[in-house]
C-alpha cells in the first residue's frame, strides 16, 4: 500500500518564496497576513521595511483606520513619515488629524527620526503633536505655522539636526528654544515693522553649530524695510548659505566675511546695485567659496568683478536681459561647470576665450538664446583639441525656437569633434 504524502501548503514554503509573494500584497493585505502567526509577521515585516520605511499618511489604497492597523504592526520599522492633511485630496477632520499623531506616538516614538507635516493652515497642531518624537532629527513644516505652536511643538525637540518651516513668516518668537545639535535651517521671514532683529541675532547666537542656513526675506516693496544680516557673524562654521533679499535693502553685511568655511553660496539679490556690491565685496574674502549662483536683474556689475572669487569651481549665473560673459574669462582657472541663465548671451564669440582661460572647465549650461554659429564651434573644437580636453556644452532646446538660426550642423560637428567638444540640446 502507497505511502500517504503530507498535503503542501503554503506554510510549507520557505522564506525567500515568501518574501516573493508578500511583495504583491497591498499595505492593508500584508497587515492581515502579519496576524496569521509569528512567522509571517516576521516575513511581513521584512517587505514592509524593503518598500515602507517612509510612510506618507494618507496613502493610495488605504483607509484612514486602516492607518492605526498598519502603524500597530509595522510602526517601529518606519523611519520617516509624511502627513499631509489634504494629500490625495483626502479632507480630514480635526478629530483624524489628532488620532494619526496620537497613533504615531503611540507606535513609532522609538524610530521615526524625519517627519514632514503639511495641510495644516485650518487646523492648529494638536498640543501634543511633536513632543512624542524625542527622537526626531529632521522636521519640515509646509503650511504656515504660527510661533506659539511652533515653539510648543519644538520644546521637546533636542535631537533635531534639521528643521524646514516652509512659509513661516514668524518674528523668531521662539529665540529661547534650544535645539544642541542643529545642524540645517530653512526658514521665511516676514519683513515688516514688527520684525525683531535682536530675536533673530539672539537664536543664531544659540545655535551657531549650524552649517547649512536657507533663508527668505520676504519684504514689502513699496516699504523697503531692511535687512539686518549682522546675526551671520554668529555662523562662523557654515558651509551652504541661501540667501533671498526680495528687494530688500540690506546692512551688517560685514558679518559675511567671517564665514571662513563656507562653501556654497547662493543669493537671490535685491534691486540695489550698492548693495549687491557690498555683498560680493565681503564674500570676496572668503577663500573657502567653491560654489557660487547669484540671481539679479542686471549681472554685468557682478561679473566684472568675477576674477576675486580666486577658488570656485562652480559658477552659476541668473539675469534677467542680455549677458555678456566675457569677463568671466578672467576668473581663475579651476572653474569645473558654469551655468548662464538670461535672455540672451551677448556675444556667443566670447565662449571661446572663456573655454581658452578656464582650462579645466568641464561643463556649461546656456539657459538662454544663444546663436551659437558653426564658426564659433569649431574655434571651440580648436581651442580644446589645442589643450587636449573636453568640455560638454548643454542648450535649453526650448529657448532656441526664438531664435531664427539653423542648429543642423551640430550633429555633425559632434561626430567630427565629439572627443573634444560635446554639444547637446536639452528639451524641458
Known amino acids: 500500500m502507497a505511502a500517504h504524502k503530507p498535503e503542501l501548503n503554503i506554510l510549507h514554503l520557505n522564506d525567500d518564496c515568501l518574501i516573493r509573494i508578500f511583495n504583491f500584497l497591498s499595505l492593508v493585505d500584508l497587515c492581515t497576513t502579519a496576524e496569521v502567526c509569528t512567522h509571517f509577521k516576521k516575513i511581513a515585516g521584512a517587505v514592509f521595511e524593503s518598500k515602507h520605511k517612509h510612510f506618507k499618511i494618507p496613502t493610495i489604497g488605504v483607509e484612514f483606520s486602516d492607518n492605526q492597523r498598519i502603524l500597530k504592526h509595522f510602526g517601529h520599522l518606519i523611519t520617516s513619515s509624511s502627513f499631509s492633511k489634504h494629500n490625495l485630496h483626502v479632507n480630514l477632520n480635526k478629530g483624524q488629524v489628532n488620532l494619526i499623531f496620537e497613533w504615531l506616538g503611540k507606535y513609532c516614538t522609538e524610530t521615526l527620526e524625519q517627519f514632514d507635516i503639511s495641510g495644516m493652515e ?88 549650524l552649517t547649512v542656513l536657507c533663508t527668505r526675506f520676504l519684504n514689502n516693496r513699496k516699504a523697503h524695510y531692511a535687512v539686518d544680516l549682522s546675526f551671520l557673524s554668529h555662523l562662523s562654521y557654515l558651509r551652504i548659505l541661501h540667501l533671498t533679499l526680495d528687494g530688500s535693502n540690506v546692512s551688517g553685511t560685514a558679518s559675511l566675511s567671517h564665514l571662513n568655511h563656507l562653501l556654497n553660496f547662493s543669493v537671490d539679490c535685491s534691486y540695489d546695485k550698492k548693495t549687491d556690491s557690498e555683498i560680493l565685496d565681503r564674500l570676496g574674502s572668503v577663500e573657502s567659496l567653491v560654489t557660487f549662483e547669484f540671481k539679479m536683474p542686471d549681472v554685468s556689475h557682478v561679473l566684472r568683478g568675477i576674477e576675486r572669487f580666486k577658488n570656485l569651481t562652480n559658477l552659476r549665473i541668473f539675469g ?17 561647470q558654469l551655468v548662464v541663465s538670461c535672455k540672451m548671451l551677448a556675444e556667443p564669440k566670447s565662449l571661446v576665450d572663456v573655454i581658452r582661460n578656464l582650462k579645466k572647465l568641464e561643463k556649461i549650461e546656456l539657459r538662454c538664446q544663444v546663436a551659437l554659429s558653426e564658426t564659433v564651434c569649431e574655434d571651440l573644437a580648436k581651442v580644446c583639441s589645442s589643450q587636449y580636453r573636453k568640455i560638454v556644452i548643454t542648450i535649453y532646446e526650448n529657448l532656441l525656437a526664438k531664435v531664427d538660426l539653423d542648429f543642423s550642423f551640430i550633429e555633425k560637428f559632434n561626430e567630427n569633434n565629439g572627443r573634444f567638444v560635446d554639444i547637446r540640446f536639452y528639451s524641458k
Not at 523668531?172 to 532683529?197: G, I
Not at 569677463?327 to 579651476?334: D, E, H, P
Open 122 to 209: 485650518d487646523c492648529h497642531l494638536p498640543p501634543t503633536a511633536i513632543t512624542f518624537l524625542p527622537k526626531v532629527k529632521s522636521i519640515e513644516f509646509c503650511y504656515l505655522i504660527s510661533s506659539e505652536d511652533l515653539k510648543a511643538a519644538l520644546d521637546s525637540c533636542k535631537n533635531l539636526v534639521t528643521l524646514k518651516l516652509r512659509w513661516y513668516n514668524g518674528p523668531f518668537l521662539f529665540a529661547n528654544c534650544l535645539m544642541p545639535h542643529l545642524k540645517v535651517f530653512q526658514t521665511d521671514v516676514r519683513v515688516n515693522r514688527l520684525t525683531d532683529f535682536i530675536k533673530i541675532d539672539a537664536f543664531f547666537k544659540n545655535h551657531t553649530q
Open 320 to 336: 534677467d536681459g542680455i549677458v555678456d560673459i566675457s569677463s568671466l574669462a578672467q576668473l581663475c582657472s579651476n572653474c569645473i
